[in-house]
Antibody
Framework: QVQLVQSGAEVKKPGASVKLLCKTS????????IHWVRQAPGRGLEWMGM????????AYGQNFQGRVTMTRDTSTSTVYMELRSLRSDDTAVYYC???????????????WGQGTLVSVSS | SYELTQPSSVSVSPGQTASITCYGE??????AFWYQQKPGQSPVLVLY???KRPSGIPERFSGSHSGNTATLTISGTQTMDEADYFC??????????FGAGTKVTVL
């Protein structure tokens, strides 16, 4: 069965970087884009960006341009998301999610990781 | 930047119908997708392509899309449906957008 398993909680100081992982299994890694979505405490979902595991190309949301990098390791079917220059308002649960397909009608997230809490505090 | 507008909360009695709207400029040119999120859990897809239900999602969940407003309807609402619901669309091929979410309370 399809699984997306994320790394454990992180505590960081302002200005630091964090690198989260999303290990996938149960499907052909290169065939499905992986997206990252975050949720601040008590807030809504915020789309961060995506990576194509099959080709490594990525795209990022405007709010994260210049601060985020998404990479992948095909040998372990794992996607990484690094966020730099952390601020207190980056405190959130970060989710990875698999995109069902690229056709407009298939552009939904059919599987999600369990989420990783990142706390940023001095 | 593109925005999707949802009501912050909806209250419904058990067995009654709850409707959640999602408005966005030019949303009529896009598909809407809906996710349910219960406290402490990851989101779960409940509707895709405006009105289609993934396998395992009860028939009481339905969707419609008229003009720039998409609507998620829960018929015969059950206490287990109490959750946050988020609509989602694509501003462009590489720019996803979520609504702020609607908290459904079953009283």
């Amino acid at each position: 069965q399809v699984q997306l398993v994320q790394s454990g909680a992180e505590v960081k100081k302002p200005g630091a970087s964090v690198k989260l992982l999303c290990k996938t299994s149960g499907y052909t890694f290169s065939n499905y884009y992986i997206h990252w979505v975050r949720q601040a405490p008590g807030r809504g979902l915020e789309w961060m960006g995506m990576i194509n595991p099959g080709g490594s190309n990525s795209a990022y949301g405007q709010n994260f341009q210049g601060r985020v990098t998404m990479t992948r390791d095909t040998s372990t079917s794992t996607v990484y998301m690094e966020l730099r220059s952390l601020r207190s308002d980056d405190t959130a649960v970060y989710y990875c999610a698999r995109l069902r397909g690229l056709r407009l009608r298939d552009r939904y997230f059919d599987h999600w990781g369990q989420g990783t809490l990142v706390s940023v505090s001095s | 930047s593109y925005e999707l507008t949802q009501p912050s909360s909806v209250s419904v009695s058990p067995g009654q119908t709850a409707s959640i709207t999602c408005y966005g400029e030019n949303l009529g040119d896009k598909y809407a997708f809906w996710y349910q999120q219960k406290p402490g859990q990851s989101p779960v897809l409940v509707l895709y392509q405006d009105s289609k239900r993934p396998s395992g999602i009860p028939e009481r969940f339905s969707g419609s899309h008229s003009g720039n407003t998409a609507t998620l309807t829960i018929s015969g609402t059950q206490t287990m449906d109490e959750a946050d619901y988020f609509c989602q669309a694509w501003d462009s091929v590489t720019a996803g957008v979520f609504g702020a979410g609607t908290k459904v309370t079953v009283l």
